[in-house]
């Protein structure tokens, strides 16, 4: 039986978790963020491991050239969508 305690493709022998990127999305901050492979399944065994949530999602997986083209040129319709949004102001006046 395979070893659950790490990914299955670590078997393979050219893969390595610590040069494959991935691009994650936040839709509640309207935020990208770049991480490795590696990162990721740290942040997200610790998060099952804790019972929390997780703000961002992977949106894609590759080489590091690949994933910066990629999150370029998906920015503008994050900013877009961030623009969009309403925006709560208190009594004050203040935004939220």
């Known amino acids: 039986m395979t070893n659950l305690n790490r990914p299955l493709l670590a078997d393979h022998p050219t893969f390595n978790p610590k ?3 991935v691009l994650l999305w936040s839709q509640r ?3 990208l963020h770049i991480e490795t492979l590696e990162q990721m399944f740290q942040s ?3 998060a ?3 019972n929390r949530d997780l703000q961002y999602i992977p949106l894609l997986i590759g080489d590091r050239e690949v994933i910066d083209a990629a999150a370029d040129a998906i920015r503008p319709t994050l900013a877009a969508r961030y623009d969009e949004r309403p925006v709560t102001v208190f009594a004050d006046g ?3």
């Open 48 to 50: 099952y491991r804790e």
């Open 44 to 46: 997200h065994g610790a």
């Open 19 to 21: 040069e494959v990127w």
């Open 94 to 96: 203040k935004p939220a």
């Open 29 to 31: 901050q309207g935020l």
